[in-house]
């Protein structure tokens, strides 16, 4: 989900005779600088929890590598190959073999996609190959597994029908690593939007407001930290929430719950090739005395 363009942060539209990105003593641009045959690794470490009325109910945390190859670079995009490699769930303690073969979903599999000029993310090019290889895995899955767990996947199934389904939910890390180019940052300045956020109970999405700072610049290194929040605005979205409710309740309820949803970003820039040297991403979602907590840290090695 690209967060940025929502943002009156300077859009810089030709790139090709700037050899690198443009540092400032208190601003600096976040461009891709890649050639083809260019390669990245990273580590992920992706961690879930579930708490009700304060006390950690469940959790566990998953890790792998990422290897990103710069296929092709032209004077308007950049075509990335994208592949997770050893998976593991050391966090995850007895796991459910279900859940192990879910997280273990997108192993093996090359996601092809464009960028723009600047680095931000365009299009998966390979959905057809992306879904075909999914669908099988989760059809493999079907035959090991009695009808209650055949309902959860045929149900994961029908999410993937679309290329926006497989670049919001399969690709979300690839979309946190390509969130912030093609603006340019100036320290301590806080700037504020309206945005929104997905809307967990279905429907239409929830309206939130959105804050980004460069929090640290450091010129001789070349490097600098941005981070980025996303909050419920919960009067603008207790609309939808009563919307909700009100289909499903029987009998209605008085009074709608409390809804506190928020996305922290956390992101170390390499501003001379515009690799990200770290993105970290948490998502809390909290109602009723219930918290849900998803935390990705992507690191390059």
């Given at each position: 989900?690209?967060i940025?363009?929502?943002?009156?942060?300077?859009?810089?539209?030709?790139?090709?005779?700037?050899?690198?990105?443009?540092i400032?003593?208190?601003?600096?641009?976040?461009?891709?600088?890649?050639?083809?045959?260019?390669?990245?690794?990273?580590?992920?470490?992706?961690?879930?929890?579930?708490?009700?009325?304060?006390?950690?109910?469940?959790?566990?945390?998953?890790?792998?590598?990422?290897?990103?190859?710069v296929?092709?670079?032209?004077?308007s995009?950049?075509?990335?190959?994208?592949?997770?490699?050893?998976?593991?769930?050391?966090?995850?303690?007895?796991?459910?073999?279900?859940?192990?073969?879910?997280?273990?979903?997108?192993?093996?599999?090359?996601?092809?996609y464009?960028?723009?000029?600047?680095?931000?993310?365009?299009?998966?090019?390979?959905?057809?190959?992306v879904?075909?290889?999914?669908?099988?895995?989760?059809?493999?899955?079907?035959?090991?597994?009695?009808?209650?767990?055949?309902?959860?996947?045929?149900?994961?199934?029908?999410?993937?029908?679309?290329?926006?389904?497989?670049?919001?939910?399969?690709?979300?890390?690839?979309?946190?690593?390509?969130?912030?180019?093609?603006?340019?940052?100036?320290?301590?300045?806080?700037?504020?939007?309206?945005?929104?956020?997905?809307?967990?109970?279905?429907?239409?999405?929830?309206?939130?407001?959105?804050?980004?700072?460069?929090?640290q610049?450091?010129?001789?290194?070349?490097?600098?930290?941005?981070?980025?929040d996303?909050?419920?605005d919960?009067?603008?979205?207790?609309?939808?929430?009563?919307?909700?409710?009100?289909?499903?309740?029987?009998?209605?309820?008085?009074?709608?719950?409390?809804?506190d949803?928020?996305?922290?970003?956390?992101?170390?820039?390499d501003?001379?090739?515009?690799?990200?040297?770290?993105?970290?991403?948490t998502?809390?979602?909290?109602?009723?005395?219930?918290?849900?907590?998803?935390?990705?840290?992507?690191?390059?090695?």
């Open positions: 989900m690209k940025i363009p929502s943002l009156a942060v300077t859009i810089l539209l030709s790139t090709q005779c700037i050899a690198q990105n443009v400032t003593d208190t601003t600096a641009t976040v461009l891709a600088y890649w050639n083809k045959g260019d390669k990245a690794k990273y580590s992920l470490k992706m961690t879930k929890e579930k708490y009700g009325n304060g006390k950690k109910i469940s959790g566990g945390t998953s890790e792998s590598d990422i290897d990103i190859m296929a092709d670079a032209t004077d995009t950049y075509t990335l190959h994208w592949k997770y490699s050893k998976i593991n769930l050391p966090g995850y303690n007895n796991s459910d073999p279900l859940i192990e073969k879910l997280t273990k979903l997108v192993e093996g599999i090359t996601f092809k464009l960028t723009e000029q600047d680095g931000s993310f365009k299009a998966l090019v390979n959905y057809k190959e879904q075909k290889a999914v669908n099988t895995s989760l059809d493999d899955f079907l035959k090991m597994y009695p009808q209650k767990e055949r309902a959860m996947i045929e149900q994961v199934k029908t999410v993937f029908t679309s290329r926006e389904s497989i670049e919001e939910l399969i690709m979300k890390d690839v979309q946190l690593v390509h969130n912030l180019y093609g603006g340019e940052y100036k320290l301590h300045e806080k700037l504020t939007a309206e945005t929104q956020l997905p809307n967990v109970l279905g429907g239409n999405p929830f309206p939130a407001i959105l804050t980004i700072e460069m929090v610049l450091d010129k001789l290194n070349k490097t600098c930290t941005i981070n980025l996303q909050v419920l919960a009067e603008k979205a207790a609309k939808e929430v009563g919307a909700f409710l009100d289909k499903t309740s029987n009998p209605p309820l008085e009074k709608l719950p409390d809804l949803i928020s996305d922290k970003y956390a992101f170390e820039v501003l001379v090739t515009g690799w990200m040297k770290k993105v970290l991403f998502r809390t979602a909290a109602a009723e005395g219930k918290k849900n907590v998803e935390i990705h840290e992507i690191t390059k090695l």
